[in-house]
């Protein structure tokens, strides 16, 4: 069955619940918005589907496979993971980062076919310019381009085999300013038809909305709700998994969600 999937996922830390009978399914050709507030375990669960952190009880699986079942070097050409932080100090050139991410394929694929990956990859974020550049001296936004670049390129074999390959992305857009998040996740969308699934951890409901096929709300470690971002982006789901005051109105360019901070009242301030 085509799909990354968690299947009724229950996993606590220190005897606490984290995450409780959580379902979600990614598809090859889709971005999967997860969204939710601080601690409502979105990153545990981009976790355990990556195969770091097994639960409890239920399942994660890859096309069928069992994630935490399945030898690492299999699950490294199947899916990237691009964490919060993922930070380079040794003095190498961009070129050298994001051959880090052809590690998996170094005995299955030519040094050629290495070196074309490295290079679609980073042409299809835009960073052919900083190919020679010391990548120490790059800004947060270049950086973390080159970063998407790696994972790319580690999952950038789709048209040579025909299997689907999946991203998952924490937080990406986390230190980028609203220019560099809207380019990041353009480019997110570019690279589908590569067949790939992405799943992404979106604090911002605003880039959910924009660029998601398919978002889900996590709250107190459960999906609250799931589906197309008009489904989900809804006043009464927002504002009560954030207790927050939120007003949402459709974009009549686009048909899609659009969420404003409510100012507080007068007396208030």
């Not at 375990?41 to 990556?50: I, N, V």
């Not at 052809?102 to 290495?114: H, L, V």
């Not at 470690?221 to 982006?233: D, F, N, S, W």
Request: with cysteine.
């Amino acid at each position: 069955m085509s799909g990354f999937s968690a299947e009724g996922v229950h996993l606590t830390r220190r005897r606490q619940p984290v995450l409780q009978d959580v379902s979600l399914t990614v598809r090859p050709r889709e971005v999967v918005a997860l969204v939710g507030p601080n601690g409502a375990g979105k990153s545990t669960l981009l976790r355990s589907l990556a195969g770091e952190l097994r639960p409890l009880s239920g399942h994660c699986r890859l096309d069928g496979l069992d994630v935490h079942r399945t030898a690492a070097d299999v699950l490294a050409r199947r899916r990237a993971v691009l964490p919060q932080e993922a930070s380079t100090d040794f003095p190498l050139v961009v070129e050298d980062v994001v051959a880090l991410g052809r590690a998996p394929w170094r005995r299955r694929a030519t040094p050629r076919q290495n070196r074309r990956a490295v290079t679609e990859a980073v042409a299809a974020v835009g960073a052919g310019a900083l190919m020679r550049r010391d990548y120490r001296d790059l800004s947060g936004g270049e950086r973390q381009r080159v970063q998407l670049a790696r994972v790319l390129a580690q999952v950038w074999d789709v048209h040579w085999d025909d299997e689907p390959r999946y991203l998952l992305l924490d937080e990406p857009t986390a230190s980028l300013d609203v220019g560099h998040q809207q380019l990041l996740l353009t480019v997110v969308r570019r690279v589908l038809p590569q067949g790939l699934g992405v799943l992404a951890v979106l604090h911002d409901l605003n880039l959910a909305s924009a660029f998601a096929d398919r978002v889900y709300l996590l709250a107190g470690g459960r999906v609250l709700t799931e589906g197309a971002p008009a489904e989900v982006i809804r006043e009464e789901n927002v504002n009560r998994a954030y207790t927050a005051r939120l007003d949402v109105r459709m974009d009549p360019a686009n048909g899609r969600p659009l969420v404003l901070a409510r100012p507080p009242p007068p007396d208030d301030y």
